[in-house]
């Protein structure tokens, strides 16, 4: 008489065990990549920030030419609050990095306190809207575009407010630093913006305040919330 092992039926279960196993990883990694394929490649959103202008002064030496600078002793940037809003365009060109334009408009002060020789001093202020467009890379740490990400590239800035006289283009270096998140069905990021002004300010008239600068730039920090489809 022949008698059936009992082993048999325990390795034919544990097969179809290890079958089952096998099929459900292909079918969650499958998953995966189907989501990460419906991924979009581009974004548009839009921005608010709160802005800290710090201007940086370099003066003329007093004796040197124009004689009037003689009558100053001393001027000092004082740092301001002003706010910006935007949109954004952001396109997706690796898993890991994107291009994005940012056109903007945002709302500043600069503030410079003069010290004048008999001892007097004032505070004089430049109210300005200006129209700005920045355009960054961005990398991200994560493949999904989700978490910690940074930016880098350039930025032009045009003064409209009306202390400007005749409006001139303005460039900087902008670098941005942020974390994006998914809130429902948008995506939201805080970011932190450090714009490094390139190009100097003074505008050429008569005025003894302006004569006594030889540069003036605007280095502006930034906090922002971005909103992102």
């Given at each position: 008489?022949?008698?059936?092992?009992?082993?048999?039926?325990?390795?034919?279960?544990?097969?179809?065990?290890?079958?089952?196993?096998?099929?459900?990883?292909?079918?969650?990694?499958?998953?995966?990549?189907?989501?990460?394929?419906?991924?979009?490649?581009?974004?548009?959103?839009?921005?608010?920030?709160?802005?800290?202008?710090?201007?940086?002064?370099?003066?003329?030496?007093?004796?040197?030419?124009?004689?009037?600078?003689?009558?100053?002793?001393?001027?000092?940037?004082?740092?301001?609050?002003?706010?910006s809003m935007g949109v954004l365009y952001e396109q997706e060109i690796s898993e890991r990095?994107?291009?994005?334009?940012?056109?903007?408009?945002?709302?500043?002060?600069?503030?410079?306190?003069?010290?004048?020789?008999?001892?007097?001093?004032?505070?004089?202020?430049?109210?300005?809207?200006?129209?700005?467009?920045?355009?960054?890379?961005?990398?991200?740490?994560t493949a999904n575009g989700l978490g910690p990400y940074f930016g880098l590239g350039p930025?032009?800035?045009?003064?409209?407010?009306?202390?400007?006289?005749?409006?001139?283009?303005?460039?900087?270096?902008?670098?941005?630093?942020?974390?994006?998140?998914?809130?429902?069905?948008?995506?939201?990021?805080?970011?932190?913006?450090?714009?490094?002004?390139?190009?100097?300010?003074?505008?050429?008239?008569?005025?003894?305040?302006?004569?006594?600068?030889?540069?003036?730039?605007?280095?502006?920090?930034?906090?922002?919330?971005?909103?992102?489809?």
């Open positions: 008489m022949i008698v059936c092992s009992p082993r048999y039926p325990a390795m034919a279960n544990r097969w179809f065990i290890g079958m089952a196993l096998s099929t459900c990883l292909v079918g969650t990694s499958v998953a995966q990549d189907d989501i990460s394929s419906a991924r979009p490649s581009s974004r548009f959103g839009f921005f608010v920030g709160a802005d800290r202008s710090m201007p940086s002064v370099t003066l003329r030496p007093r004796s040197g030419p124009p004689p009037q600078t003689a009558s100053i002793t001393d001027v000092s940037p004082h740092p301001t609050w002003g706010f990095f994107a291009f994005r334009a940012m056109p903007s408009l945002s709302f500043a002060e600069v503030q410079l306190d003069y010290a004048y020789s008999d001892g007097t001093s004032e505070r004089r202020t430049w109210e300005s809207a200006d129209l700005g467009l920045a355009i960054q890379a961005v990398g991200t740490t930025a032009m800035q045009l003064a409209v407010g009306k202390d400007v006289s005749s409006p001139t283009p303005r460039f900087s270096i902008d670098a941005s630093v942020g974390y994006r998140f998914k809130v429902s069905s948008f995506y939201m990021a805080p970011e932190l913006r450090y714009s490094y002004g390139l190009t100097n300010m003074t505008e050429d008239d008569s005025s003894i305040q302006t004569q006594a600068i030889e540069q003036l730039r605007n280095h502006v920090l930034s906090l922002a919330i971005v909103f992102q489809d």
